[in-house]
Structure formats: structure tokens, C-alpha cells
């Protein structure tokens, strides 16, 4: 199955519209080299509308990094309705990632609730999920993939994948700087992969799962080289253009 490659841009809470300027004019000079990668960006909320504006035009595309998980726009102090994501030129938002279960308490329920949020509000939800190394270490990885997708399974159904990306982020890996290998990602890939597929293999096969975790240029091209790795989502490395798309690179030319 030929799924298409997608390189996502997570800049978590980092830079300035200067910075980010000076990074989109970099990126820009460089995408339309790799027609056969989608290229998307998740800027903080407050800088997505100017880096749109940047954008146009552009095949690149933007994403939010996170969206409230209420069906409905009102008094919620501090948080961003999906419709508001979409109004400013959101086709993706990230669901679930790590940082936002351990730090601010996301709960499988939480994430749920934002990936039908997402959804309802014509979002793609790139939801992530993950085990922490005490997990990994006491062989607890497939138990907890597991249940982090059958939380959002049970709660969305399987016809939901159809419009949604997973990213496999092992938490040990994420700004650390140790990256999973080729072979723990695939096992770890294909597992989810067949999680879906007791549901629905045609969906299963069709959907997107990228890795996250201290991707790079130089280590990019064996992981996206995995048959069930079909991109990556990328933290610090997406904020140096040069890194981005020497990854962008990798994924279009992929031996898939
Ligand atoms: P790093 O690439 O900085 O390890 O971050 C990965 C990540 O969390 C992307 O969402």
C-alpha cells in the first residue's frame, strides 16, 4: 500500500514572528523540491495566522498543536475552539502529545474528546501516543499503545481513522537526543497498525502513522524507510530549515 509521506513541523513553545519569518523563507525556497511529501507546520496558536499569511500559496500546510475538547465555542478562558483553527487556515491539529498528558494532565478521555473535537470541526488529528521508558523497560510498551488507541477507538469508532494521522512518539525519546531504532519503530508501528486492522484493515492499511522522537537529518532515512513509517513528526529539528528539509528529503526519497 502507497501511502503518501508526511513531514509534520511541531515548533512547540518556541519563537518569534522574526524567527519564524526568517524559517518559513527558508522552508519556502526549498519544499517544491519534494512534491511527492506533504509538508505541514504547527506553530504556536498566537503566530499560525501571520505564518498562513506566509504560507500562501505554498504547498505547505498548517496545523495547530493543540484544540479545546468542547463542542462548542463559550466561556472557556484561555482555550481555541477547532472552528478557530480552521478559520485561520488549519488543516491538522496534534492530539494527545506527551508533553500536553504529562504536564497538563491529558487524560486518554481528554484526548479522546479533542480527536472527535478535531474532527467534528473538519480537522485532521494527528494523535500521538507513546510509552514512557518505565513502560518500555517493564515491557509494558504494547499494553499501553494499546490502550491509547482503543480510547479514542471505542469513543470515535474505526471509520474515524479514515481522516486521521497517528504518530508514534516514545516519550524517551523526545528531546533527548535517542532516537527509537528502525526496528523498534517498525514493531512498534506495525502494532498499532494491526490494532486498527482488528477493526478494519482497509482503513488500517490507508492510514498514516509517522514517528516522533529526536528525528534528525542523518537518522531520518532509516526510520522513514520502515514499511509501517510514513513520515515523521519532527520537534526541535523543525526549527532549523536546513534539518527540516534535509528530513523532507528523506521522506521523498523513501524506498517506498
Ligand atoms: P523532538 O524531535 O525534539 O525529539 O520532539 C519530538 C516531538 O515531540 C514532536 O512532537
Not at 99 to 120: H, M
Request: net charge negative; charged share 20%; glycine share 10%.
Amino acid at each position: 500500500m502507497q501511502r503518501r509521506a508526511l513531514v509534520a513541523g511541531n515548533w512547540k513553545m518556541n519563537g518569534s514572528r522574526d524567527s519564524n519569518a526568517h524559517l518559513i523563507h527558508d522552508i519556502l525556497l526549498e519544499v517544491r523540491k519534494y512534491p511527492d511529501v506533504d509538508v505541514l507546520v504547527c506553530p504556536p496558536a498566537i503566530y499560525i495566522e501571520s505564518v498562513g499569511r506566509q504560507l500562501d500559496g505554498s504547498p505547505v500546510q498548517l496545523g495547530g498543536q493543540n484544540l479545546s475538547e468542547q463542542e462548542k465555542q463559550g466561556a472557556y478562558t484561555g482555550e481555541l475552539h477547532g472552528s478557530m483553527l480552521r478559520d485561520v487556515g488549519c488543516s491538522y491539529v496534534i492530539v494527545g502529545h506527551s508533553e500536553r498528558r504529562a504536564f497538563y494532565g491529558e487524560t486518554d478521555a481528554v484526548v479522546a474528546a479533542k480527536f472527535r473535537a478535531a474532527q467534528s470541526c473538519g480537522l485532521t488529528p494527528i494523535l500521538c501516543v507513546g510509552e514512557t521508558l518505565q513502560e518500555r523497560e517493564s515491557g509494558q510498551t504494547e499494553a499501553v499503545l494499546a490502550r491509547q488507541i482503543k480510547s479514542v477507538l471505542d469513543a470515535c469508532g474505526i471509520a474515524a481513522f479514515k481522516q486521521a494521522v497517528v504518530a508514534y512518539e516514545p516519550v524517551w525519546a523526545i528531546g533527548t537526543g535517542r532516537t527509537a531504532t528502525p526496528d523498534q519503530a517498525q514493531d512498534a508501528h506495525a502494532f498499532i497498525r494491526g490494532q486498527l486492522a482488528g477493526a478494519d484493515a482497509r482503513i488500517s492499511n490507508s492510514l498514516r502513522i509517522l514517528y516522533g522522537g529526536s528525528v534528525k537529518a542523518d537518522n531520518a532515512e532509516s526510520l522513514f524507510n520502515c514499511p509501517d513509517v510514513d513520515g515523521g513528526l519532527i520537534g526541535g529539528a523543525s526549527l532549523k530549515s536546513g534539518e527540516f528539509m534535509a528530513i523532507c528529503a528523506a521522506a521523498q526519497s523513501r524506498s517506498k
